[in-house]
């Protein structure tokens, strides 16, 4: 910062100050939480505004990277630094485009760019890791998972990959860079790289699954193509493997995930937890302090979040891609097992942020959620695509006429409604006040929903 140029520090003074403007003005107006336009705004007004804020976060800035649970592993690794009293700056919404990144360090920026902060963790959308990289030199990437999402926008795994790894190669060899070691994908990214690399996973053979899922996406050997030989799979290709061909076999993690905590529900919080819990223990937390962080963690917006609604309980589980689908709805099925629910809730939208092409859902395996029975309310700009999957995974899963009460005789019922207030307020209605309302819908979905139940919309 002190080598900039009068100029070009009156220029970055000038983007900072239009920058806040209209976060207070959007605030002001509660047209919402102001998460991307101004750092879209400040980026037009200084193209290094990304660079120029990452080199002022004192201990560091933090990657997280991964088709799924990057916004809760961010929230939970922030609860655990903050704790720790250092001061923490997040992109919570979850904007994790460059204009996101921005404003999160923005909001944190005094009127002329000057940023004073320990940690910035920073959740970044899997295919702009490389654009932000170029601008910005972190001192720790952690690596979730790389799940097909949203193919029509990024491709298969492997490409992605193959440019994280260019993107990564020349950063420090002290660069810490944490990875999942049952993505073979990533363990085999890790395996080649030069930096700091550390591993987590699971080590719990009583939690695979009795099959691998037919949304599975990496099963063959990243090194010489052969088909895996997998002992065992968690969840999609996530599991225990080794290649009989070329010897090229899981990475060892850093811990056993068996002698781990865990407050959310399903196995892909478990993941969740240990890319956190690893992080933190390279930053030098003692494991104690994760341990004790974790316990009392909640959910963040949208991914597990529980609320009480018109004294209903309602949990809310982000689901924007077939893993994530097939995760959800092992869950949801494990709860209903217990009695804790009956009526689900599904919204499919198609828009950017949530991909455009749906045929996505035709690899999940949503056969047991039906065959476990219940009501499902279905809406969303797409919820005839979503009622004729549902239909398929059952033949009796018949739509009722207007008014009609649940058939005799039929384990499951269906209900579409295009007005999504309105499917929200059914299935509201139809939830029991002893059991749970599970909502699963894609990323925009997920934004209006929580509109409509919390008064407030996230922009």
Known sequence: MSNLSIADGIRLGIAVGVAKTVTAVVK?????????????????????????????????????????GKTTTSLL???ILVDQGYRVTHNATGANLINGLITALLADAN??????TDFAILEVDENVL????????????LALNLFRDQLDRYGEVDSISQRWQKAIAPLPENTIVAVNADDPTLSHLGQKLAQRVCYFGLSEPDLYLEEIP????????????????YRGVYLSHLGDYQCPSCGFQKSQPAFHSSKWPQILIGVY???????????????GVNTENIFNNIRSFKAAFGRAEELN????????LLSKNPVGLNETIRAVNDLKLQGQCSTTLLVLNDRIADGTDVSWIWDVDTEPLVASGGTFVVSGDRLYDMALRLQYSQENLIQPSQGEEPWDGHTSRLILEENLEK???????????????????????????RGILTGRKIL
Do not use: W
């Open 77 to 79: 690794l922030r609860k």
């Open 214 to 229: 037919h949304a599975v996406d990496s099963i063959y050997c990243p090194q010489c193509g052969t088909s895996l030989d």
């Open 269 to 283: 919080n478990k993941y969740n937890t240990l890319a956190a819990g690893l992080v933190a223990q390279q930053l």
């Open 423 to 449: 499917a929200v307020q059914i299935a509201l209605e139809l939830t029991p006040a002893e059991e749970t309302l599970h909502i699963i819908p894609t990323y925009t979905a997920m934004l209006e929903v």
């Open 130 to 141: 490389p654009l932000v990289l170029k601008d910005c030199q972190p001192r720790a990437i």
């Open 28 to 68: 002001a107006l509660r047209l919402g939480s102001a998460s991307v336009l101004p750092g879209e705004i400040a980026r037009r007004l200084h193209p290094k505004m990304l660079g120029l804020l990452a080199q002022q976060v004192s201990q560091g800035v933090i990657l997280v990277v991964g088709t799924n």
């Open 309 to 316: 609604v018109e004294g209903k309980h309602v949990r809310i």
């Open 111 to 116: 009127l002329f760019g000057r940023l004073s």
